[in-house]
């Protein structure tokens, strides 16, 4: 979704890590950027996992989890965005201090 310089990759995100996962209906994805930091280039989203499911979705030595990146981040090139990723088990959020 686009708001001016505003873009929501929430939906695109999840429709590429649903498939890799064994429990796509838990999977959480948040945008980590305040308020005052959604017109900026750079975004950032945490993927909230079960912890089974955290290595599926990084890959050996972060094949995986780079690649997410990768396609996200030249499906928007255009609009001179750049998505950076996050993946995290609920069980370690929730021990961190995760809301």
């Known amino acids: 979704m686009v708001n001016g310089t505003n873009l929501d990759l929430t939906d695109d995100i999840r429709s590429l890590v649903e498939p890799l996962v064994s ?8 945008r980590l950027d ?9 975004q ?3 993927i909230l996992c079960e912890k089974d499911d955290l290595g599926k979705l ?3 030595h972060g094949v995986i989890s780079d690649s ?3 396609i996200l981040n030249v499906s ?6 750049k998505v ?3 993946f995290d088990s609920f069980d370690h ?3 961190v201090g995760g809301k």
Not at 23 to 30: L, R
Not at 34 to 42: A, I
Not at 76 to 81: D, E, G, S, V, Y
């Open 23 to 30: 429990k796509p209906e838990v999977i959480t994805i948040k």
């Open 34 to 42: 305040k308020e005052e930091d959604l017109g900026r280039r750079e």
């Open 44 to 46: 950032t989203y945490l």
């Open 58 to 60: 990084i890959g050996r």
């Open 68 to 70: 997410l990146r990768t």
């Open 76 to 81: 928007i090139k255009n609009r001179r965005k």
């Open 84 to 86: 950076h990723l996050r």
């Open 93 to 95: 959020y929730k021990t």
